[in-house]
């Protein structure tokens, strides 16, 4: 023992004599795929593909919930931007959770450790194992769920989601700190040195389970990948969205009938009331949103759910609309929804959004007028923003300084 | 011997110190950040909701799913020819994982009648589609590797 004074090792020593039988008995997996080469190749990937996940994760939450100070706003260009991250967040949570599942595999044996730690190090090591195995299995599952807004908790998922993926990226730091230097014996290490036995005939050998984890990711990503990535749209046979399925060929997520304006929307008295810091408060009907200046723009709508779609929308300037009012220069807009449920009723534009020329509040999309579901009379488009924040059904415009 | 030896106590290296105390204070910093902003939110997030739907999962997997998956495994290595074990074994592992992830599409709880647009596939006639083809190929990979392998052994 290295540590002669450390009570682990103490204890340890004394329990190696009294092994347990069952699946602690010497030999109780005799599987060679349960090996540190493989948990360490899988475990790379595996922590590539978290740390991506926690930076556009956060990407997606300061969309969200902006900052709004200084070079941290949410710029408004690129205008795909918001639609890459999010498209990569969901996918490298998909084709992490097959690596995850095989390292879990892998390193299974190790559960039934004898003695449970064989120093202080190794029991510090151990301690942060389970909270990071529950927390991972936790994010990936809660994830996959909400693609297809499924909700077995109680807790609000996004909020939940971006808290604990604060607590796994911490025992994620504190678990590499812990394998640093088995990882790195490991991958120095050749999958098959020439001191190993060959793989007996009919026994899948270390590459060939790396393989195996490649393709799983493989098919897992091919199928849900086209729900944001058009060209493999007709691959996406197990995607919860498809990027030309919906109204107008267009994905919805909050209907109208779900929004509680079925009557409101297709009101004839229906007025965009723009106030607040204005010279001049306007009421303006439909008619008169048609009698501005119409503008088009190219733009996605993406979803924090992982699918996006791109549009042609057409509209009048959110620029236009102040300036028509009176706005003071570089008004910020609270764009408001005269929908009665969701917690996104209302949305923020930022003095850089609002003043954009390709901030549309959209009377049509591909050359229709919007269907209800789409936010029919108007709804708001802006570049590089999330689609809970493209305000439909909009009946506010509210500027301030 | 660089297998996980478990069982062998004295096999893995120890952590370096250094790595560990740095992990320990950065990653203890950020989880304790995280679980601070968990409990802060706790309207929200219904800590001890979220607490049985992290345990939850660990010890499913821990007591069920990997024992079985285990089993599975023995008794597959039993039934399948020796030939194509090896690669019928990978094309299962495959068709598994592709099986769980799609529970959440499969159940579709999400579904609602006024918006066609949510979950708009049959999932379970695209799952068996999607687990024919990847029988299909890699059972075609499988045979091509024995066929090989026959060759060069004869």
Same mark, same amino acid.
């Given at each position: 023992?290295?540590?002669?004074?450390?009570?682990?090792?103490?204890?340890?020593?004394?329990?190696?004599?009294?092994?347990?039988?069952?699946?602690?008995?010497?030999?109780?997996?005799?599987?060679?795929?349960? #090996?540190?080469?493989?948990?360490?190749?899988?475990?790379?990937?595996?922590? +590539?593909?978290? +740390?991506?996940?926690?930076?556009?994760?956060?990407?997606?939450?300061?969309?969200?919930?902006?900052? #709004?100070?200084?070079? *941290?706003?949410?710029?408004?260009?690129?205008?795909?931007?918001?639609?890459?991250?999010?498209?990569?967040?969901?996918?490298?949570?998909?084709?992490?959770?097959?690596? $995850?599942?095989?390292?879990?595999?892998?390193?299974?044996?190790?559960?039934?450790?004898?003695?449970?730690?064989?120093?202080?190090?190794?029991?510090?090591?151990?301690?942060?194992?389970?909270? $990071?195995?529950?927390?991972?299995?936790?994010?990936?599952?809660?994830?996959?769920?909400?693609?297809?807004? =499924?909700?077995?908790?109680?807790?609000?998922?996004?909020?939940?989601?971006?808290?604990?993926?604060?607590?796994?990226?911490?025992?994620?730091?504190?678990?590499?700190?812990?394998? *640093?230097?088995?990882?790195?014996?490991?991958?120095?290490?050749? *999958?098959?040195?020439?001191?190993?036995?060959?793989?007996?005939?009919?026994?899948?050998?270390?590459?060939? $389970?790396? =393989?195996?984890?490649?393709?799983?990711?493989?098919?897992?990503?091919?199928?849900?990948?086209?729900?944001?990535?058009?060209?493999?749209?007709?691959?996406?046979?197990?995607?919860?969205?498809?990027?030309?399925?919906?109204?107008?060929?267009?994905?919805?997520?909050?209907?109208?009938?779900?929004?509680?304006? $079925?009557?409101?929307?297709?009101?004839?008295?229906?007025?965009?009331?723009?106030?607040?810091?204005?010279?001049?408060?306007?009421?303006?009907?439909?008619?008169?949103?048609?009698?501005?200046?119409?503008?088009?723009?190219?733009?996605?709508?993406?979803?924090?759910?992982?699918?996006?779609?791109?549009?042609?929308?057409?509209?009048?300037?959110?620029?236009?609309?102040?300036?028509?009012?009176?706005?003071? #220069?570089?008004?910020? +807009?609270? +764009?408001?929804?005269?929908?009665?449920?969701?917690?996104?009723?209302?949305?923020?534009?930022?003095?850089?959004?609002?003043?954009?020329?390709?901030? *549309?509040?959209?009377?049509?999309?591909?050359?229709?007028?919007?269907?209800? #579901?789409?936010?029919?009379?108007?709804?708001?488009?802006?570049?590089?923003?999330?689609?809970?924040?493209?305000?439909?059904?909009?009946?506010?415009?509210?500027?301030?300084? | 011997?660089?297998?996980?030896?478990?069982?062998?106590?004295?096999?893995?290296?120890?952590?370096?110190? %250094? /790595?560990?105390?740095?992990?320990?204070?950065?990653?203890?910093?950020?989880? /304790?950040?995280?679980?601070?902003?968990?409990?802060?939110?706790?309207?929200? %997030?219904?800590? !001890?909701?979220?607490?049985?739907?992290?345990?939850?999962? !660990?010890?499913?997997?821990?007591?069920?799913?990997?024992?079985?998956?285990?089993?599975?495994?023995?008794?597959?290595?039993?039934? !399948?020819?020796?030939?194509?074990?090896?690669?019928?074994?990978?094309?299962?592992?495959?068709?598994?994982?592709?099986?769980?992830?799609?529970?959440?599409?499969?159940?579709?709880?999400?579904?609602?009648?006024?918006?066609?647009?949510?979950?708009?596939?049959?999932?379970?006639?695209?799952?068996?589609?999607?687990?024919?083809?990847?029988? %299909?190929?890699? %059972?075609?990979?499988?045979?091509?590797?024995?066929?090989? /392998?026959?060759?060069?052994?004869?």
């Amino acid at each position: 023992m290295k540590h002669p004074e450390d009570p682990v090792a103490f204890v340890a020593k004394r329990l190696e004599a009294h092994r347990p039988t069952g699946p602690f008995g010497e030999g109780a997996f005799s599987n060679r795929l349960h #090996d540190e080469r493989i948990a360490a190749r899988l475990g790379m990937a595996l922590g +590539v593909a978290f +740390v991506t996940c926690f930076a556009t994760g956060l990407a997606s939450h300061f969309a969200q919930h902006p900052l #709004d100070v200084g070079f *941290l706003s949410t710029p408004a260009s690129p205008s795909w931007l918001y639609r890459i991250t999010q498209g990569v967040h969901v996918t490298a949570g998909i084709a992490s959770t097959p690596l $995850l599942l095989l390292k879990l595999w892998t390193v299974y044996p190790l559960l039934f450790t004898w003695p449970p730690a064989r120093n202080a190090a190794h029991a510090t090591e151990r301690m942060f194992v389970a909270p $990071l195995v529950a927390l991972a299995l936790f994010q990936l599952f809660s994830g996959l769920a909400n693609t297809t807004r =499924w909700y077995p908790w109680q807790f609000n998922f996004t909020v939940t989601h971006f808290w604990t993926g604060w607590m796994l990226m911490g025992v994620l730091v504190i678990h590499i700190g812990a394998k *640093l230097t088995q990882t790195r014996r490991a991958l120095r290490t050749p *999958l098959q040195r020439s001191t190993d036995p060959a793989p007996a005939r009919g026994e899948l050998s270390r590459r060939g $389970l790396l =393989w195996t984890a490649g393709a799983a990711v493989a098919a897992v990503t091919i199928t849900t990948v086209g729900q944001t990535f058009r060209p493999l749209e007709g691959l996406a046979a197990l995607a919860p969205r498809v990027p030309d399925i919906g109204p107008q060929g267009i994905p919805v997520n909050r209907t109208a009938n779900g929004a509680g304006v $079925l009557q409101t929307a297709r009101d004839a008295d229906w007025r965009l009331t723009i106030d607040g810091a204005v010279a001049q408060p306007l009421e303006l009907s439909l008619a008169d949103l048609r009698a501005m200046t119409q503008h088009e723009v190219e733009l996605p709508i993406t979803c924090v759910e992982g699918w996006s779609a791109g549009a042609r929308w057409g509209g009048v300037r959110i620029a236009d609309l102040l300036a028509r009012a009176g706005a003071a #220069d570089g008004a910020e +807009v609270v +764009v408001t929804s005269m929908q009665t449920r969701g917690s996104y009723r209302s949305s923020a534009l930022n003095t850089i959004v609002a003043g954009h020329e390709h901030t *549309l509040l959209a009377l049509d999309i591909n050359d229709e007028p919007l269907h209800l #579901d789409h936010g029919f009379p108007c709804r708001l488009i802006a570049p590089n923003r999330p689609g809970v924040l493209q305000t439909k059904w909009v009946t506010t415009l509210h500027a301030r300084i | 011997m660089a297998t996980v030896e478990r069982n062998t106590p004295h096999d893995a290296p120890d952590p370096s110190a %250094t /790595a560990l105390r740095l992990g320990l204070a950065v990653g203890g910093a950020v989880f /304790a950040f995280g679980l601070y902003g968990l409990l802060r939110n706790s309207a929200q %997030t219904v800590p !001890l909701d979220v607490l049985k739907w992290i345990a939850g999962p !660990l010890i499913l997997h821990d007591a069920l799913v990997a024992p079985a998956v285990l089993a599975a495994g023995l008794v597959l290595a039993r039934l !399948l020819p020796v030939a194509i074990r090896a690669g019928m074994q990978a094309t299962l592992t495959v068709c598994a994982i592709v099986v769980v992830m799609s529970v959440p599409v499969l159940k579709a709880v999400g579904r609602r009648p006024d918006n066609p647009s949510l979950l708009p596939h049959d999932y379970p006639q695209n799952l068996a589609v999607v687990i024919a083809v990847i029988l %299909t190929g890699g %059972t075609l990979l499988t045979l091509a590797r024995a066929a090989r /392998a026959r060759r060069a052994g004869a």
